[in-house]
Nanobody, 115 residues
Framework: QVQLVESGGGLVQPGGSLRLSCAASGFTFSRYAMRWYRQAPGKERELVATISSAQITNYADSVKGRFTISRDNAKNTVYLQMDSLKPEDTAVYYC?????????WGRGTQVTVSS
């Protein structure tokens, strides 16, 4: 079965960096686009970044120039490098894959940006 497990979250000061990882299993990872979403308290879940099977990337305007999505198909893992973090980046971060028209989510990893 499809499984996604996020890791790498934590508490960081404004201006700091974190790298999130999402380990995938249960499907042929290299063939599918992967996405990172986030959900802040009291807000809807929003799309942060996408990487296609061809390594084409897209970002939300709010993170463009600060976040970088990448993938390692040999490790079945997608990453989100987050730099110049701001308090408004505080959220639970989730990875997602759409596999045979069904959406699969991980359980998320908490990112808190605070001094």
């Amino acid at each position: 079965q499809v499984q996604l497990v996020e890791s790498g979250g934590g508490l960081v000061q404004p201006g700091g960096s974190l790298r999130l990882s999402c380990a995938a299993s249960g499907f042929t990872f290299s063939r599918y686009a992967m996405r990172w979403y986030r959900q802040a308290p009291g807000k809807e879940r929003e799309l942060v970044a996408t990487i296609s099977s061809a390594q084409i990337t897209n970002y939300a305007d709010s993170v463009k120039g600060r976040f970088t999505i990448s993938r390692d198909n040999a490790k079945n893992t997608v990453y989100l490098q987050m730099d110049s973090l701001k308090p408004e980046d505080t959220a639970v971060y989730y990875c997602k894959v759409t596999y045979y028209s069904a959406n699969y989510w991980g359980r998320g990893t908490q990112v808190t940006v605070s001094s």
